[in-house]
């Protein structure tokens, strides 16, 4: 795996972690539209880092 790979995966995991904080944050004010919102692009951010380490 190419160093622009790894970095690009470890971005990727940081935001994933970023979207973990900000998921429980709207589920804690009931703010229900931003939770599915930020729950649909953690699942797109998962599918990538998936598709990266194949």
């Given at each position: ?12 995991i ?41």
């Open positions: 795996m190419k160093r622009d790979d790894l970095q690009l995966l470890n971005q990727l940081k935001t994933l972690e970023e979207a973990a904080s900000k998921l429980e944050f709207y589920h804690k004010k009931g703010h229900y539209y931003n939770f599915t919102q930020t729950k649909k692009f953690m699942v797109m951010i998962q599918k990538e880092i998936l598709k990266r380490l194949k």
